[in-house]
């Protein structure tokens, strides 16, 4: 019984339809990204505890937002705000050139970076920060993909945004109602699509040595 890929054939039922994403959620083995202690529902399509107070997202969300943003002519470089256990990260690995991802938990940071060394997941590229600041080095990105609520897009990260490059992220209050905001830059303007409610944890300034 192949899990992963049960999760993908139920994500095409629930409405998730880019075959790529599809296929990368058939890939990416969850059960690596989630604790011992729910090793049994990594499966299921919920969001689940991961320590720190965080939790890995819901596998319909992961597979929304990244169908959001991915475009095959456009596939070299995303960054995505808030590793926490790193799932997501992997699914953007297996169609992305190149995967940037910053998290302000040292923890959850070095967790998942070991992980990502474990099972090989090379063109990963991790950042102990608060995604606030982006990652202004290796700026511009073609995506960005924060996966923690904020109550404004933080405007560094437009400006680390490609022209025709696509963001999103959920906008709304810590713990209460958020949409997902979908951001597409051209040239100095943007253009913002207000889409599906969501929960998320909040995004929060600074690092902590958690
Ligand atoms: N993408 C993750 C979901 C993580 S939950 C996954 O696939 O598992 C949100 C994460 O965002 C948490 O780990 C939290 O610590 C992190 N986060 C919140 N604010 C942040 C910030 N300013 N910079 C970087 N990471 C942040």
Same mark, same amino acid.
């Given at each position: ?14 409405? %998730? ?8 959620i058939a890939t990416v083995p969850r059960h690596e990204f989630v604790p011992a202690s729910v090793q049994d529902l990594a499966y299921v399509d919920k969001a689940l505890p991961i320590g720190a107070d965080q939790t890995i997202s819901q596998p319909f969300v992961v597979a929304r937002m990244t169908e959001l943003i991915y475009r095959d002519e456009a596939a070299d470089r995303v960054l995505e705000i808030g590793t926490g256990s790193g ?24 967790? &998942? ?10 063109? %990963? ?9 982006? #990652? ?32 999103? %992220?959920?906008?709304?209050?810590? #713990? ?6 979908? %951001?597409?830059?051209?040239? &100095? ?18 690092? &902590?040595?958690?």
């Open positions: 019984m192949d899990g992963s890929k049960q999760l993908a054939d139920l994500l095409r039922l629930e409405g %998730i339809q880019d075959e790529a994403v599809l296929n990368a799932y997501q990260a992997a699914i953007l690995a297996a169609l992305y050139q190149d995967v940037c991802t910053i998290e302000r938990i040292e923890s959850l940071y070095e967790k &998942s970076d070991a992980l990502f060394a474990r099972l090989e997941y090379d063109n %990963i590229h991790t950042r102990f920060a608060d995604g606030f600041l982006g #990652w202004p080095e290796e700026a511009p990105f073609s995506a960005i993909i924060v996966t923690a609520a904020a109550a404004e897009v933080p405007p560094v990260l437009l400006e680390q945004l490609a022209d025709n490059g696509r963001m999103v %992220i959920p906008i709304g209050d810590q #713990w209460g109602h958020q949409e997902l905001h979908l %951001i597409r830059r051209a040239g &100095s303007g943007f253009e913002v699509d207000v889409l599906d409610p969501v929960m998320f944890v909040p995004m929060r300034e600074g690092i &902590s040595n958690e």
